[in-house]
């Protein structure tokens, strides 16, 4: 059993930049892979990236966050970060953060825990 808390959402201009934090407890979250999805109003829940739970941190980005978003974690404090720049109007959504014990899947279903998600709003 995991719990996941999302937090550092906001309102910010185009352009600008948030972080995001997902703290973890329950499990041990080094065991888990995480990923960050988005759902926008009238539009399906959508993968942005994850990361392994391992020592080698392997990412995968969709590419909508390629190059301007980066995740991180920090085992240390049972968190995991998502660092959003050049944020886009298009980026304005509910932020989840969701994990998966091993595995690096890009599908809602493939994740076992969910938080309660942090809104973003990008202003034009």
């Known amino acids: 059993q995991v719990q996941l808390v999302e937090s550092g959402g906001g309102l910010v201009q185009a352009g600008g930049s948030l972080r995001l934090s997902c703290a973890a407890s329950?499990?041990?979250?080094?065991?888990?892979?995480m990923g960050w999805f988005r759902q926008a109003p009238g539009k399906e829940r959508e993968f942005v990236v994850s990361?392994?739970?391992?020592?080698?941190?392997?990412?995968n980005y969709a590419d909508s966050a390629k190059g301007r978003f980066t995740i991180s974690r920090d085992n240390a404090k049972n968190t995991v970060y998502l660092q959003m720049t050049s944020l886009k109007p298009e980026d304005t959504a509910v932020y989840y953060c969701?994990?998966?014990?091993?595995?690096?899947?890009?599908?809602?279903?493939?994740?076992?825990?969910w938080g309660q998600g942090t809104q973003v709003t990008v202003s034009s």
């Open positions: 969701a994990a998966q014990l091993s595995g690096m899947g890009s599908l809602p279903g493939s994740y076992d825990y």
């Open positions: 329950g499990r041990s979250f080094s065991n888990y892979a």
């Open positions: 990361i392994s739970w391992g020592g080698g941190s392997r990412t």
